[in-house]
């Protein structure tokens, strides 16, 4: 089994910043997984943000990247953080950390989610 668990988010004035952070534990090869995360604002569907393999390899979201960065911890590559900088109303949404097993698999395992108001 793997857990997942999110923390950071909070309430936040436009064009401030936020850290969110996700510990993966459990079955997981440190080497072979695929990290990222997801939102959902109120009454939309959850879409994706950015994810990150063990190696370093990015993507992100159309429009996600100029304002948020994904990175993995230098110590211990099961944690992850989504940096996010001059936030926008926009973005207000609960944020799901998601796992992939395997690199290139689909996600899997969610956390429970973390929710993110950023406020006019």
């Known amino acids: 089994q793997v857990q997942v668990v999110e923390s950071g988010g909070g309430l936040v004035q436009a064009g401030g910043s936020l850290r969110l952070s996700c510990t993966a534990s459990?079955?997981?090869?440190?080497?072979?997984?695929?990290m990222g995360w997801y939102r959902q604002a109120p009454g939309k569907e959850r879409k994706f943000v950015a994810q990150?393999?063990?190696?370093?390899?990015?993507?992100y979201a159309d429009s996600m990247e100029d304002r948020f960065t994904i990175s993995r911890d230098d110590n211990n590559n099961l944690v992850i953080y989504l940096q996010m900088n001059s936030l926008e109303p926009e973005d207000t949404a609960v944020y799901f950390c998601?796992?992939?097993?395997?690199?290139?698999?689909?996600?899997?395992?969610w956390g429970q989610g973390i929710q993110v108001t950023v406020s006019s």
């Open positions: 998601a796992v992939a097993t395997k690199t290139w698999d689909p996600f899997t395992n």
């Open positions: 459990g079955s997981i090869n440190r080497s072979d997984n695929r």
């Open positions: 990150i393999t063990p190696g370093g390899h990015r993507r």
